[in-house]
């Protein structure tokens, strides 16, 4: 059997560094071959402050996925995210010219009103997500070729965010000689993966809470309605232990990851968590109570702004399929009572969907964001055959110039 | 659901006793009896000891001695506890056989905030009904002490059965910006004892209409609000215009304006057997024109066999209530006031302050409806001073949501807000 295309997705995250490999089969099903993981050093909420420290762990993280695949990588596809990452709604519009249908010609025009988004002085386009069309204020046309109209509309979901900070993410992967296919927001990405048409179209919410950011994204009536990053994430429970625990960061870590628990019930007050001296640290008794608390107030106030985001473009009862978390901090126990207990709609967690390969893999929730970039690459390559990013590029170009 | 405590269903003798905690505690305490004929015992525990020796109190606790060795908590209520941990026993054994117990304490430093909800807690068990009343500390005392009191009130409200809560603030606010430290504290320490001396007759006496336990129960249980208190005296004649305006002008009810906030209030009205139903409904009527439509009113009257005791009113509520008429309606409705109000005789027989501040409540707020006061709390935000909080955070761009900095440890801003 030929091997399909093979795509490479590399997130660098707050906690770790994890790059998967994998192809992508026609039927849309995505065969994991190999996954390399390094814990991340250098970077805080999504972004990286330590360059070569980050460089380091992209390194190590690639050459592991390399040994593990068999698979030489050449370029990947980059997951960013960070606090700068902001989203709107847009509607723009065009006129017919000509026998009044419309044509490749008017929906291609459409597209590339991007430019004429009023966006922040250092802000780019990342992604600019169709809604849907309207022919002459007539809502609801899904493929507006061949309706005939005067006036074309449609809404566009822009996600945006500052140059430079982009930038900086891919220089630090450019560094150690790999090349970059695109970027792609994180929300974005793990979204791919999982959620599927049916998902969307009743309405869902992926929350993605990481190491130092949280990615939200939206969807309702199979539509992108509302995207964003919040920078909130697992490393300021642990913050929030250490302070609150008077305790070092690297055991209030240990303690998240063991004994972490966001439920307030059953808790009888007097529950003794002990922790073992350790280098450095003499051992100390602490409050289950306390802990929980700590950890329950942090993320109940986490999804409180989201839900608030949310509803400010969806009502969240009109979410047909409730909210899925996933991220490494949807480990944490009683996460899911904390999340229904805010947006009163079901909670689920993310099941990759349609990925064969190693078991332990696609069922973490830490990897969803990687497998959802090879299958976001997978489905550019379907629009786009055999095109990379430098040749989109050119081709956009000489089709503009084509225009004039 | 509130139960009601098997004692004062058949037992007539009431023991009272008034528990004086930390250093405000007493110092409250000390002036009440050395300005009134005190009514109940007292009891002193301090753990400072040289304030002990100085106390009037006819009971004295030094508690924790192993802990403190008398020299004071040093504003730890961790040490506090400690200490009241300590003499648990001799604190039990004072308490042992009194059906009401008051505690009176200064949030905010080490001794008060850190014993009194234990005291309470021991009050509790030993089966009285326990009625705290307490002061939290100024803002200007820094957050860290605001912060003890706030915890320390939470606990207290585990095991008292009710709650007055005195917010400093706005004593000193309300009572006069300019007077002097003395004075002012003098006027708050007046106050409180006041409080406790009325809550005590409401609780003890007997008469033709009597507050019911839980009623009281209800206007006091919710800690965290500040109260409302007001409290007047007088005897002879034109008594009802005398001991409503004392009782009105009291500063916490700001001139009777935060009435209009009480959710729930509470009338209580003593007085000699010469007391007539006619007076009881004056009084009763000229509260109520400064109430909200919505309000919740507890009557209760009771009255002595002495003919010389003066007639006394005290009005004790809960601001921030749940109930809160919009400001138009307030007015419509305080204009219909100002014109009935208008033809009430004054009494002639009074040349000074002939003026009774509760005529003029009602124009005041008429004319500038959007000038009453909105919220009686008084809550200056603080600065986030304290450089530790936000952690591993603290050299990188902070996470700034709805002008909230998200960095610092949700549960120490829940706590601050609180």
Same mark, same amino acid.
């Given at each position: ?339 229904? /207990?805010?947006?009163?709609?079901? !909670?689920?967690? $993310? &099941? %990759?969907?349609?990925?064969?390969? @190693?078991?332990?893999? #696609?069922? *973490?929730?830490?990897? /969803?964001?990687?497998?959802?970039? !090879?299958?976001? $690459? &997978? %489905?550019?390559?379907?629009?786009? @055959?055999?095109?990379? #990013?430098? *040749? ?13 | ?418």
């Amino acid at each position: 059997m030929a091997r399909e295309k093979i795509h490479v997705g590399l997130e660098i995250g707050t906690t770790k560094v994890c790059a998967v490999v994998a192809e992508c089969r026609r039927d849309g099903e995505v065969r994991l071959l190999g996954v390399g993981e390094s814990p991340s050093r250098g970077v805080r909420k999504g972004e990286i402050v330590d360059f070569q420290n980050a460089s380091n762990c992209v390194h190590d993280a690639l050459s592991d996925a390399e040994e593990r695949s068999d698979h030489e990588i050449k370029s990947v596809w980059l997951a960013v995210t960070g606090s700068h990452i902001e989203s709107s709604n847009h509607r723009r519009s065009v006129t017919i010219e000509g026998g009044g249908e419309i044509t490749e010609k008017e929906i291609e025009d459409i597209a590339s009103k991007d430019k004429e988004v009023s966006l922040p002085k250092d802000n780019d386009i990342l992604h600019s997500i169709l809604q849907q069309y309207y022919v002459d204020g007539r809502e609801g046309v899904i493929d507006p070729i061949g309706i005939g109209g005067s006036k074309l509309e449609a809404d566009y979901h822009i996600i945006h965010g500052v140059v430079n900070r982009i930038q900086s993410t891919i220089r630090c992967v450019r560094k150690i000689g790999i090349d970059v296919e695109d970027v792609v927001v994180n929300s974005v990405a793990s979204a791919q993966i999982i959620l599927d048409d049916q998902k969307k179209a009743s309405g869902v919410v992926v929350i993605d809470i990481g190491g130092g950011v949280t990615d939200y994204i939206v969807y309702h009536n199979g539509v992108v309605r509302q995207s964003g990053v919040i920078a909130i994430g697992g490393d300021h429970i642990t913050n929030d232990l250490c302070i609150g625990l008077r305790i070092p960061i690297t055991r209030a870590e240990k303690l998240k990851i063991e004994e972490g628990s966001a439920s307030l019930e059953n808790l009888s007050g007097a529950e003794k968590i002990t922790l073992k001296n350790d280098t450095g640290f003499s051992g100390k008794e602490i409050d289950r109570s306390m802990l929980n608390h700590i950890i329950h107030s942090r993320l109940h106030e986490l999804f409180g702004i989201l839900r608030n985001r949310i509803q400010d473009v969806v009502p969240i009862h009109l979410l047909g399929s409730g909210i899925i978390l996933t991220g490494g901090c949807s480990l944490i126990k009683g996460v899911r009572e904390v999340a229904e /207990s805010v947006f009163e709609v079901p !909670v689920h967690f $993310a &099941h %990759a969907q349609s990925v064969t390969g @190693p078991t332990s893999a #696609f069922d *973490n929730p830490q990897l /969803s964001t990687c497998i959802g970039l !090879v299958k976001y $690459a &997978h %489905a550019v390559d379907t629009d786009y @055959p055999q095109e990379s #990013f430098l *040749n989109r590029f050119i081709n956009s170009i000489t089709r503009k110039l084509h225009l004039i | 659901m509130i139960t009601y405590p098997r004692y004062l269903a058949g037992q007539s003798e009431t023991q009272s006793l008034l528990i004086a905690l930390g250093n405000a505690g007493i110092n409250i305490m000390d002036r009440l009896i050395a300005q009134t004929a005190f009514p109940m015992e007292s009891l002193a525990i301090n753990t400072d000891q040289q304030s002990i020796s100085n106390t009037l109190a006819s009971n004295k606790i030094s508690m924790g001695q192993m802990t403190t060795h008398g020299l004071g908590t040093g504003g730890d209520p961790e040490i506090g506890l400690d200490a009241v941990k300590e003499s648990a026993g001799e604190i039990q054994r004072a308490i042992g056989g009194k059906n009401i117990v008051f505690i009176c304490a200064g949030l905010g430093g080490g001794t008060g905030s850190g014993a009194a909800p234990l005291v309470a807690e021991l009050a509790k068990q030993n089966g009285a009904l326990v009625i705290a009343v307490v002061t939290s500390p100024f803002s200007f005392e820094g957050r860290r002490r605001a912060q003890q009191a706030a915890t320390s009130l939470r606990e207290i409200t585990r095991f008292a059965d009710a709650i007055l809560h005195f917010e400093n603030d706005r004593m000193a606010e309300l009572i006069a910006p300019h007077a002097e430290v003395g004075e002012t504290f003098s006027v708050c320490d007046k106050l409180l004892f006041r409080a406790i001396s009325s809550l005590n007759r409401i609780v003890t006496s007997h008469g033709p209409i009597p507050v019911s336990l839980p009623d009281m129960l209800a206007v006091l249980r919710h800690s965290e609000d500040s109260c409302l208190f007001g409290c007047g005296e007088a005897a002879g004649e034109d008594r009802v215009h005398h001991v409503l305006e004392t009782a009105l002008r009291s500063p916490l009810l700001d001139r009777g304006r935060l009435l209009h906030d009480a959710g729930r209030l509470l009338v209580h009205i003593s007085g000699p057997s010469s007391l007539s139903m006619e007076e009881v409904a004056e009084i009763m009527k000229e509260i109520s024109k400064n109430l909200s439509p919505s309000a919740m009113l507890n009557l209760g009257v009771s009255v002595s066999q002495d003919h010389s005791s003066p007639l006394s009113v005290a009005i004790i509520g809960r601001c921030g209530g749940e109930k809160r008429a919009t400001p138009t309606i307030k007015a419509s409705t305080d204009l219909s006031y100002l014109t009935q109000s208008a033809p009430t005789p004054q009494p002639a027989s009074k040349p000074q302050q002939t003026e009774a501040p509760f005529f003029e409540i009602p124009v005041a707020t008429a004319v500038h409806p959007t000038e009453k006061p909105a919220a009686p709390k008084v809550q200056q935000p603080l600065l986030p001073l304290d450089p530790v909080t936000r952690g591993r955070f603290d050299k990188i761009e902070p996470t700034i949501v709805e002008g909230e900095d998200l960095d610092v440890p949700t549960f120490l801003r829940m706590k601050l807000k609180k």
